[in-house]
Each structure stands twice: as C-alpha cells, then as structure tokens.
C-alpha cells in the first residue's frame, strides 16, 4: 500500500544525515579514484550512460539512498503514476505524460476512453496532417508549400518544444530531414510576434496556436496579432493556422483553423513536449518519423525508470543525489551544463521542468514541509559557460552541484583539426577537465589560484545528439523530478504560485487597483 | 588615503547585522506603502528611474547602507578607479572600461598614451571602417557589399555583444538603422560554427574575430573553421576578416586581415562592450551614430555613480541593499527580469558580468574572506519566466531577490488591442502586479494557494528600450557590480577560477593524463 510520509518523518533521512561526509579530491585520487569513476556508472535509455564518479557519495551513503528510495516507495509511486492514480492531487487529475510515448502498465480509462490510445491517435492525426503539408497537399491559398512552422505558446508550449527543436535543427540539416524551419513567439511583448513576423515570410509560413485552456492571455494577444498581420498581407488567417489545445477548450471547435490537435488536462504544460504541443511543431520541422524517434528514446527511459533499484536507475539515483545534496549538504542552486551548443536552450527548458514542479513549500496535503525543496536551477552551454560563471562555480564561497552532459560525436560531422585536436576533442577534454578541476581542485600557495575542490557534478555521455538519446535525456529529467517531488512529498504536477500575479495583472488592466500596487502600474504608465 | 579592509571589519557592517529586519507585506500596505514606492526611487540616466519600493530596506537601514558605504570609501575607490589606479591587484592591471565612454577624471597615462585619447582613436577607426563598409568602398572580391556581421568570440567578447545585439535588433529595424545582420560563432562545439555557416550567405559575410591575447582556443579554433569554409567558397579569407585584439597580441599584425581594431589590458572581457570588442560588430550592424549613443547612456551612468550619496546613486544603492540581502538576509541567488524580449539575451550577460567578477572567496590581497560574495545570477524575459520558474519564486522554500527592468513603451511600434489593452500595457501590468504579488503574498486557508509574500524586487523603469538607455543600464549594473567587489574587498577585475579547466584540457588532448581524469577522458573516447 502507497503511504505519502513527509521527507522528515522517514527512517533512511534520518540516517541520511548523520552518514559521514565524502571528500572529493580525496575519494578521486589515484587508482582507487579511477576505479570509483569506471564503477560509479548506470546505463540509460539508447546507449546513454549517467556516471555519478564526482557526486559527493560512496557506498555507505549509496546504500542510505536505496533504503531511502525504498521506504518513499518510489518505484510503487511511478507505478501508481502511470497506472493512472491521481496524482496531482491539488488539481485533483491524472499525470499521464509518458503514456504519450509508452503503455508502461495497465490500460488507462479517463473520460470514457483508453488515453494511450488517445495519445496515438493524435500522433497519428498530426502526422498524416504533416504529411500532407510536406507532400504539397495542404498548401497555403496560392497553393504554394508551407516553408516555416510558427509555434505560438509561452511556458510549457514554448520552451520544451524550442529546446528540443534548437537540440536537432543541425542534426535534421545534416540528415536531410529539415523539412521546414520552426520558428516561435511566445511573450506578450508586441516586439516579440512583430520581430518574427518580420523576419519570415508569412506567405509560406504555418501558425500553431497552443493553449491547453484555449484561454492562454499572451497567447490569443499573439494569435491576434498574428491575424492582423496575415490578414495586411491579404491572406486569410484560417488558411494559415493550426490550434493545439484540450477537446474541451474554446480554441477546439473553432473554425479558424486548419486542424486542431489535442493534449488533455493530465498532461501539464512543462510535461507537454511529447503531445501534440510538440508533436505538431516538431512533426512538421522533421518529419513525423523523427518526432517518432524522440517518443522511442523516451519510451525506453521511462520504463528504465521503474526499476526499484536506484543503482540501476539513473533518474531515480539522480534525484537521491539531489536529494542529499540539497537536503543534508544544504546546496541551493544546481546548474545543468551540456556541452553541446545545439542544447543552448535545454537549460531553459530545465529551469521550467524542475522549478515549476518542486518550488513548492506545502506537501501533498497542503501542509508546509520543514525542509528545502526544489532548487533553482540555471545552465548555459560549455564551454561557453567556461569564460563567464564558471569562476564563481570554482571559486566562489556557494558550492553549486553541476549536470553535464556530452557527447563522444557532433551532429554535422564537419570538423577542423587545430594544435593536434578536433573542435569535438577540445570540447570533450574540456568536460572532462571539468569535471576533475571541480572536484578535485588545486592547492597553490597564491590564494588567489587556490581551489578548493569538493565540487560534485555528475555527466550524461552519449555517442550523439540525436532525436533518440536527446528523448531519453528529456525524460530522465522528467523522472528525476518526479522521483524528487516524491522523496519530499510534494505535488509536482500543480503551479498554484503562478496565479497571484495573474490575477493582479488583471485588476491593475481593470484600472481596479490601489495603494502600492496603483503607484507602480502609474509609473508604468498603465 | 583609501583603505581596503574587508567587510566584516567595519563597523557599519556590524550595525546592518543588528537592524530590524523590514517585513514587506507591512511596508508596502496602505497610503503609506504607496508613499514609500513614490519616495524609495533614484534618477538614473537617460530618463531611467531605480525603484526600490520593493526592496528589504527602511529608512533606518538605509542610514547604515549609507555608513558603509563612506566606511567602504566606495566613491573614493571608484575615483582611484577612474584616475587610473591598479585596481586589478591580481593582474597588476588598471581597470579602464569607463574611459571607453567618457573622461571621468584625470587623463589616465599608461603605456606611454592618453588612455581615453587611445580608446576614442579606435573609435574613430571603426566608424571610419563601417562607413567604407555600408557605402560599399570596403567589399568583398567581386565588389559586393557586405550584408552580414559575424563575431567570432566567447565569454565577454560574445555575451555583451550578443546581448546588445539582440537588444537592439528590432529598434534598428522600426529606425531604419539595422545596416548589416549580426551572428555569433562563439563554441568550441564545431556545430556551433558549422550552424551558423549553414544558414548565412559567406560571400557577403564580414568576420570579426575578437580575443584580447590572440591565442583564446575557441576562438582561434573558429577561425580556422570559418577560413576553411571561405576557401571552399573558392573565397579569400583575407577580404573576409577583421580582428578585434590588444596590440601587443599574435592577431594584431597579421596580414590575414583587412583591418585590426585595439583594445587593451586594462578592460576586462566582461566589461569590453563598449570597447572595440562591442564596437566593431554594433557599428557594423547599426552604424556608428547608433554605437555612440550607447557610449552616451554608458558614459551619463558612470557620471552619475560618482556621487558618494547611496541616495543618489543608484548603482551604488543597487550594491549596497544586494550586500545587506547576500550577507545579512542570507539570500544566495539573484534573478534578473527584464519584461522585454529583446533583452532575452542580457540576463547571460549579467551573469557572466556578475559571477565572474565576485564569485571569489579571498580579498584583494589573496586571503581568505569569512563571508559570502557574488550570489548566483539568472533570468529569462518576463512574461515568459511567469509561466515557468516564477513558481519557485512564489512559493519555493528559498527567498530569490529579483531585479526587474520595464519600459512604457516597446520598440516596433506595431501592437494590438485585445480585451481593452494593448500587448505593452498587458506585459507593464504583469510586471507591476509581480512586484506587488511578490512583496505582498496572499493569505489563503488553502495552504497550497497561500503566497507568504516578503520577496524582495526592484526595477528599472524607462520610456523604452534604445541605445541610450541600454548604455545606461549596462553601465548601472557594471559599477553596482564594481561596488559590490569594494564591498567585499575583493578584485572584481580577475579570473583565476578560469585557469584550472584550461590546464587539465591541454593535459587531456596531449593525454598526458592517469587516474579519474584519464578514466573522464576514455569515456568521452578523447
């Protein structure tokens, strides 16, 4: 039977706080070291591995962390995840994100239907409709080819599909399957939808308007402005748009559109990059084949993830990790370093990911929790990373945990060799150097070019970037955070923290302010 | 006589431990909350207001802010500064970006020259060059114009100028000013080159390649990457390139390239937009009338940050209430918000420009310090970020101070009315109604919709994002940065924590490795 406990109340926390402290430079340091790296290792989905060599942890400590993972029941709570409990129980819904790329267990029923079968048959209908748009058979009213895909979204709708389109645009280039450029317009900032539309040729160019509500504000303000701008150029905005949204939405009877795709109210935005909300962008930029990849990398992480044990887990150990390192050695911050500028927006994607689902202080039951939760999470691609904040993450007085990832490959195989090395080798030795200089340090008798070490990160290697392996990094992600939202008990499906703000941005448009409030929206000019 | 001392040996710095702490929610209820956001508000350059209404301070603790910052002497050292002192005790360097921009003081005599005299001569030699440029006197080998301006750079020589770019991209549009487009190849990552190559036209493209020492790794490896795909445009790289570099370095007499522009030891990378480092690629894209009205914002800010009055100044009042947050509050991270998409790319800026200058743990003179410096710096556009991390922010278990930025006005022009508002008064009301619901919570018996409020803000507000005013907030942050480092008793000018990761690089591509490092390094298949 599930128990939901406190992280507070467990046994294995207890004694996770009293287990002695690792030291980096020393547990790495000579054979011993090199040992620990080779066996500090857990394969993943599509030949991935997650090595964990430079994580403040050893034995004894890994050993607390699988008691750990066993009494928060996480395997059973997955289990229960996607066998379809409600697990999002402050808005009271299912959480059935990756049955948009796998049956993991039972058949799920909700609303009177087999929602794996609800999630394909969107695919299905996204891909005969991208067919379509790739073969010339929709066209716009010229009868011209759609040449450029425009996703209008913000949050959830925007970033997870942006990330994942930046991560293959060069891959899909190189393998011929670029079949139209994406571009995207999220802000409410009228400089956002006016600077791309005057970059792209709207002519040619296919609007996606999702909203899971329908009632998304910054996005029906860029739909319109979309409209006008189509409807300047002489063309007829419903020949040009395409909605994805839930059935139940205002947006999904709509007969401005071309199509509409659906997602459902258990799919949260953040969540949302396997459904149709980037189903529709990324089947039309590459294809419905390779969108169907990124669904398979997916698939195969998220069934790794039910193995109760977390030494053969990489996501469930992942957030035990990050547990301790949060909890026990009290680190605030975690960045997320690909070595890789095709992820230049991953982190991005991340920061959403893990923060909107565990910045939260209440647990499940709405009690407040007396420990830390989610950490803020940042990340810039390396080595750029390396000549701007890498200094503090060395030698600054917080220690930051850090993510990386790399691969043994780049995507568009065109190279130069310089000094001896490849552009890929130099970025290769560079996370490799990383990884050591960060945990191990250097002692100097200049203070000034001493570091201290003890800086723990973990590494993703793969062979390459590709629509499969960039799937199974995306969903091991997805499932560390969920693991973690267990361990603390938390709800990391809901985002009650975004709606103050918009409720107060209502009554300032309302003129229906007053006080401190009334001061600023003066200032501003409102 | 200035005296460095550390912070925890001030007297001020004593007292502001011992203050009451404000509770926001209090402060800014009623009338008198809303006369405290009209009063707590400082004039900055170009038109810009620093409003700190939101911020953790009252007038008492302002009073302590103000002692330390006569006990810190941080006019008298920024004087030092600007007259031409070493500030930069590590590298035994002074510290000159100011002198790019305007005379502050006394002529600053090194190597032989008038600095500023120096500086503005490479001016002119760029605004000459660009000239030649965008009238077509300077043009590739079939005596074409150049369309394209691609900066080859990384860290400081690729962030402020990315940043600025991207910032100012759209005005030049609506202005009639955007003469060329503007790309970065900045990655070691050979995709990085290889995807902008990809999709730019090379025969009309003019290379800028920047790095101070002539021999930054990734950026002479992208040269190499960027010769080769001229030549085998059947291009000559010679007719292709400019270089941005200190004149004592490899680069500067190389006949490789059509002209070489000069800075200096004296400007660190991450203040080197306002350089020739900035100024080559801005003028080239926006003419140099453009460029030098961003000099004029930078120049009214650093003007405007002599005044030895925190209460008049507000970078320094920026510094000081982030120092009382940072050490006495404890809060270890920072967001940057500006509600504006062009600025998308400043947050990294700021990151860089921030944590690689005091993220440092000992003082000026190389001994340890017992106190936190430089927090972790982040951000994303509003209101994209309300819709992804701005959970953590309203509800998470840790305290993010924010810095907003807004402007009345947006850029293009181009905007539309939906439910009685515009794009830009939706987005400026979001932004008011953050502060508020940031500061000021919201009580509810439904623990997991209760705000506990007491989240810290400030924001700079302007008429609208131009180069002028952009000068002039990158310039308050700058010296906010700079006074901070005072604070601490650091050396915000070095970076010694860059230096490990590149030696164990070289030891890894020379494999010239054992241990851990050697086992990072087979994985990676180096």
């Given at each position: 039977m599930i128990v939901w406990k406190n992280m507070d109340t467990l046994a294995a926390y207890s004694k996770l706080q009293s287990v002695k402290p690792v030291s980096l430079p020393s547990a790495l340091s000579g054979e011993e070291g090199a040992a620990r790296v080779k066996n500090y290792s857990v394969p993943m989905a599509e030949g991935l591995d997650f090595n964990y060599g430079a994580r403040p942890v050893d034995d004894g400590i890994?050993?607390?962390?699988?008691?750990?993972?066993?009494?928060?029941?996480?395997?059973?709570?997955?289990?229960?995840?996607?066998?379809?409990?409600?697990?999002?129980?402050?808005?009271?819904?299912?959480?059935?994100?990756?049955?948009?790329?796998?049956?993991?267990?039972?058949?799920?029923?909700a609303d009177g239907v087999d929602k794996r079968a609800f999630y394909v048959g969107e695919q299905n209908?996204?891909?005969?409709?991208?067919?379509?748009?790739?073969?010339?058979?929709?066209?716009?009213?010229?009868?011209?080819?759609?040449?450029?895909?425009?996703?209008?979204?913000?949050?959830?709708?925007?970033?997870?599909?942006?990330?994942?389109?930046?991560?293959?645009?060069?891959?899909?280039?190189?393998?011929?399957?670029?079949?139209?450029?994406?571009?995207?317009?999220?802000?409410?900032d009228p400089d956002d939808a006016a600077g791309v539309l005057s970059k792209i040729d709207v002519a040619h160019s296919l609007f996606i308007l999702v909203s899971k509500s329908g009632t998304t504000l910054e996005t029906l303000t860029n739909e319109s402005f979309v409209k006008d701008a189509l409807e300047k150029a002489g063309l007829d905005p419903a020949k040009h748009m395409v909605a994805?949204?839930?059935?139940?939405?205002?947006?999904?009877?709509?007969?401005?559109?071309?199509?509409?795709f659906f997602m459902d109210d258990y799919i949260g935005g953040r969540y949302s990059s396997t459904s149709a909300v980037g189903g529709a962008v990324l089947s039309l930029a590459f294809g419905p084949e390779v969108f169907a990849q990124f669904l398979d990398g997916a698939a195969e992480a998220d069934a790794l993830a039910k193995n109760p044990d977390p030494l053969q887990n990489a996501a469930m150990l992942d957030a035990l990790i990050g547990?301790?390192?949060?909890?026990?050695?009290?680190?605030?911050?975690?960045?997320?370093?690909?070595?890789?500028?095709?992820?230049?927006?991953?982190?991005?994607?991340?920061?959403?990911?893990?923060?909107?689902?565990?910045?939260?202080?209440?647990?499940?039951?709405?009690e407040p929790v007396n420990y830390a939760t989610g950490p803020v999470i940042f990340g810039e691609p390396g080595t750029n990373g390396q000549h701007s904040f890498y200094q503090l993450l060395h030698q600054g007085t917080n220690i930051v945990p850090l993510q990386f990832m790399g691969f043994r490959e780049n995507q568009m195989g065109s190279d130069v060799v310089i000094q001896g090395s490849t552009s890929q080798q130099k970025?290769?030795?560079?996370?490799?150097?990383?990884?050591?200089?960060?945990?191990?340090?250097?002692?100097?008798?200049?203070?000034?070019?001493?570091?201290?070490?003890?800086?723990?990160?973990?590494?993703?290697?793969?062979?390459?970037?590709?629509?499969?392996?960039?799937?199974?990094i995306l969903a091991h992600f997805e499932n560390k955070v969920m693991f973690q939202g267990f361990v603390w008990n938390i709800n990391s499906f809901d985002q009650e923290g975004v709606q103050l703000g918009k409720v107060l941005a209502k009554k300032v448009l309302a003129h229906d302010t007053d006080g401190a409030l009334k001061v600023y929206s003066d200032l501003l000019n409102i």
């Open positions: 890994l050993e607390v962390l699988k008691e750990l993972a066993a009494e928060a029941q996480l395997a059973e709570k997955y289990e229960e995840l996607y066998n379809g409990a409600v697990i999002n129980t402050g808005e009271k819904r299912l959480v059935l994100h990756q049955l948009t790329r796998g049956q993991l267990g039972n058949a799920v029923i209908k996204i891909a005969a409709f991208a067919k379509k748009v790739h073969d010339g058979e929709i066209t716009n009213a010229a009868g011209e080819k759609f040449t450029t895909a425009v996703q209008i979204g913000i949050g959830g709708s925007d970033l997870g599909p942006r990330a994942i389109y930046l991560a293959l645009e060069n891959w899909a280039k190189a393998n011929g399957t670029l079949k139209m450029k994406a571009e995207f317009i999220s802000n409410v994805v949204t839930s059935e139940t939405s205002p947006l999904a009877q709509n007969e401005g559109y071309l199509a509409a547990v301790y390192e949060r909890n026990v050695l009290g680190y605030p911050t975690t960045a997320v370093l690909p070595y890789s500028q095709a992820m230049s927006r991953f982190p991005a994607h991340l920061q959403q990911l893990d923060m909107e689902s565990n910045g939260k202080s209440v647990n499940r039951f709405g970025l290769c030795a560079n996370v490799a150097a990383q990884i050591i200089a960060f945990a191990c340090g250097k002692d100097d008798e200049d203070r000034n070019k001493y570091f201290a070490g003890g800086r723990p990160s973990s590494i993703i290697i793969g062979d390459k970037l590709t629509p499969k392996t960039l799937g199974a």
